[in-house]
């Protein structure tokens, strides 16, 4: 959102305070609810960490600035209107005050948050990857190379087949769960993600229209 959308935005209706939702960049999930003038958004903007206006306190604050609970913004739209924002972000621990982590407690999740997780499983192997664990099994594995690591595709692979045609769905489950993140780790091995292999599905479903 630049300058000029920031001043097209309809400050009058509210009385100078549009409602802000925030949800997760990454699972989708509604994270909160807040206000924000046009000060907030600009410092929102500026800083890419969440800022409200306080209509309690009445005024301007960071949210996590006593908490350390903050949440860096990824990306900030308004609604067809002009009245409301979306603000896309990270938080960077529980968002509630209450120690939850979101402010809508036991919220139902679409289908797409749930299968988000595989998202947030691309970034713990990423972390096994950067911190070196000594009980690391991804560390480990990452280490020995992208050869190794698709040899491990492959086993699994078999194994899923296997399971498909002389096992119960519960084995298939799990050996598939085991092929889903040999190639995650395998993606990373070659600095891909699961999103690439996302935008080819896509691409070859446009293509057959």
């Known amino acids: 959102m630049n300058e000029s959308e920031v001043a097209a935005l309809d400050w009058q209706k509210g009385a100078g305070l549009l409602p802000a939702i925030v949800q997760h960049a990454g699972s989708g999930v509604v994270l909160m609810l807040g206000f924000m003038n046009r000060e907030a958004l600009e410092r929102t903007l500026r800083e890419r960490r969440v800022t409200f206006f306080s209509r309690t306190r009445g005024r301007l604050w960071t949210k996590g600035e006593t908490s350390g609970n903050s949440i860096a913004v990824e990306a900030v739209t308004a609604d067809c209107d002009r009245d409301t924002l ?31 997780f595989l998202s947030r499983l691309e970034e713990i192997i990423a972390a096994r990857i950067a911190d070196q664990p000594d009980a690391s099994y991804t560390a480990k594995l990452h280490a020995q190379g992208p050869s ?35 190639l995650l780790l395998l993606l990373k091995s070659r600095d891909r993600s699961l999103l690439d292999v996302v935008h080819e599905l896509e691409s070859r479903h446009a293509a057959k229209r």
């Open 148 to 182: 190794r690591i698709a040899q491990k595709v492959g086993e699994e692979g078999l194994e899923v087949a296997l399971a498909a045609v002389g096992a119960d769905d519960a084995a298939v489950i799990s050996e598939s769960a085991d092929l889903l993140f040999h």
């Open 86 to 116: 979306l603000v896309l972000g990270r938080p960077a621990g529980p968002v509630c005050h209450t120690g939850a982590a979101d402010c809508f407690h036991g919220q139902p999740h679409a289908l797409a948050t749930e299968l988000a």
